[in-house]
């Protein structure tokens, strides 16, 4: 059978613009740091995958006065733990939804018997509370797998937690379709070899997605038409992605 592998941030909701970057100025502010991380900033650190990663890139780059400060690997660790609280909590909060026919989408592949899958960076705990705050505890037996945080050695753009899903599942790559919305998840994906769509945002927007199937601004609604950025496989007609498409995409 095939199967649909979705990443999580960007991707099935805008958590980096609306959710991380604001739980990370939080975090700052509770330590009395007089960092602040703007949306265009931000924007620029999202080239590094992880939270903490970002956290020394930002170290390194961008304080001035960073040699100075005792144990960063300690600093890190603490903002990085209150960051995830502030995010869970305007997660708890139900402040960020799903994108536009996500939700849809994935109800509709579940209920046909499509395969689902999470492959992300992000930590388990914040995958699963963003989860069942949209879809309720039913979100459990969407998916076969939910792949996240610390599970692989190397993180997106390597293709490790594409491989370790796909070994878990015992799927070859071409029998399934990758959901990303980046180009870094895209590389992570095509170097696992799995054909990929992609639902850009509003920090992946100019990004070079040639190597995707295509390239939508959201999967789009009935009353939400989605708007088709690039196709690299057929003509698409249709108003919003739904799974006709998707299986179309993976005959192709």
Same mark, same amino acid.
């Given at each position: 059978?095939?199967?649909? &592998?979705?990443?999580?941030?960007? @991707?099935?909701?805008? @958590?980096?613009?609306?959710?991380?970057?604001?739980?990370?100025?939080?975090?700052?502010?509770?330590?009395g740091l007089n960092w602040y991380w703007s949306e265009s900033l931000y924007g620029k650190l999202l080239?590094?995958?992880?939270?903490?990663?970002?956290?020394?890139?930002?170290?390194?780059?961008y304080v001035s006065n960073s040699e100075s400060i005792a144990n960063q690997e300690q600093l890190v660790?603490?903002?990085?733990?209150?960051?995830?609280?502030?995010?869970?909590?305007?997660?708890?909060?139900?402040?960020?939804?799903?994108?536009?026919?996500?939700?849809?989408?994935?109800?509709?592949?579940?209920?046909t018997g499509m395969r689902l899958a999470i492959a992300t960076t992000s930590s388990l705990e914040s995958?699963?509370?963003?989860?069942? @705050?949209?879809?309720?505890?039913?979100?459990?037996?969407?998916?076969? &797998?939910?792949?996240?945080?610390?599970?692989?050695?190397?993180?997106?753009?390597?293709?490790? &937690?594409?491989?370790?899903?796909?070994?878990?599942?015992?799927?070859?790559?071409?029998?399934?379709?990758?959901?990303?919305?980046?180009?870094?998840?895209?590389?992570?994906?095509?170097?696992?070899?799995?054909?990929?769509?992609? @639902?850009?945002?509003?920090?992946?927007?100019?990004?070079?997605?040639?190597?995707?199937?295509?390239?939508?601004?959201?999967?789009?609604?009935?009353?939400?038409?989605?708007?088709?950025?690039?196709?690299?496989?057929?003509?698409?007609?249709?108003?919003?992605?739904?799974?006709?498409?998707?299986?179309?995409?993976?005959?192709?």
């Amino acid at each position: 059978m095939s199967a649909f &592998i979705f990443d999580v941030d960007g @991707t099935l909701a805008e @958590t980096e613009r609306y959710g991380h970057r604001v739980a990370f100025n939080r975090a700052f502010a509770d330590a009395g740091l007089n960092w602040y991380w703007s949306e265009s900033l931000y924007g620029k650190l999202l080239s590094i995958s992880g939270g903490k990663e970002r956290l020394h890139h930002f170290l390194t780059h961008y304080v001035s006065n960073s040699e100075s400060i005792a144990n960063q690997e300690q600093l890190v660790k603490q903002l990085h733990a209150a960051k995830r609280h502030h995010y869970h909590y305007i997660l708890h909060n139900g402040e960020i939804g799903l994108r536009p026919g996500v939700k849809r989408f994935l109800k509709e592949a579940y209920q046909t018997g499509m395969r689902l899958a999470i492959a992300t960076t992000s930590s388990l705990e914040s995958v699963n509370l963003l989860l069942a @705050t949209n879809l309720g505890e039913a979100y459990q037996s969407y998916f076969e &797998i939910i792949a996240a945080g610390d599970i692989v050695p190397q993180k997106k753009p390597a293709p490790d &937690i594409y491989q370790y899903v796909l070994d878990k599942m015992a799927l070859s790559p071409q029998a399934a379709l990758a959901f990303e919305d980046s180009q870094q998840g895209l590389k992570a994906a095509t170097m696992a070899k799995i054909k990929t769509v992609i @639902t850009v945002n509003h920090y992946t927007l100019d990004q070079d997605f040639s190597d995707a199937v295509l390239v939508l601004d959201h999967l789009g609604e009935p009353d939400d038409r989605a708007f088709t950025i690039y196709n690299a496989a057929f003509s698409v007609h249709q108003s919003y992605f739904d799974l006709n498409l998707a299986k179309q995409l993976l005959q192709h």
